[in-house]
Nanobody, 115 residues
Framework: QVQLAESGGGLVQPGGSLRLSCAASGGIFSMLRMGWYRQAPGKQREPVARFTSNVSTNYANSVKGRFTISRDNAKNTVYLQMNSLKPEDTAVYYC?????????WGQGTQVTVSS
């Protein structure tokens, strides 16, 4: 069983930055395939950024060049650095981990981009 806990969301003005963190426990962190998803009101949950291998990453076209996913295996934590935020980035952001064919989710953290 893997537990995920996100933090770092909040209210930010357009053009601002936030860094989300996701702390994982209960599994071998280096073997977790980690990623970030988001869900805006009235929309389906969508992938934002994820690791496709221990070092390779994949990003949604809408966030390429603005968001960066990273991980610290010593801290069992994955991060999402979000720069140049736009109002359309407003959503609940979820941490995801795939581990032995099972997908785990955090509780989500709200990101609101508004002036």
């Amino acid at each position: 069983q893997v537990q995920l806990a996100e933090s770092g969301g909040g209210l930010v003005q357009p053009g601002g930055s936030l860094r989300l963190s996701c702390a994982a426990s209960g599994g071998i962190f280096s073997m977790l395939r980690m990623g970030w998803y988001r869900q805006a009101p009235g929309k389906q949950r969508e992938p934002v950024a994820r690791f496709t291998s221990n070092v390779s990453t994949n990003y949604a076209n809408s966030v390429k060049g603005r968001f960066t996913i990273s991980r610290d295996n010593a801290k069992n934590t994955v991060y999402l650095q979000m720069n140049s935020l736009k109002p359309e980035d407003t959503a609940v952001y979820y941490c995801n981990a795939d581990y032995y064919s099972t997908s785990y989710w955090g509780q989500g953290t709200q990101v609101t981009v508004s002036s």
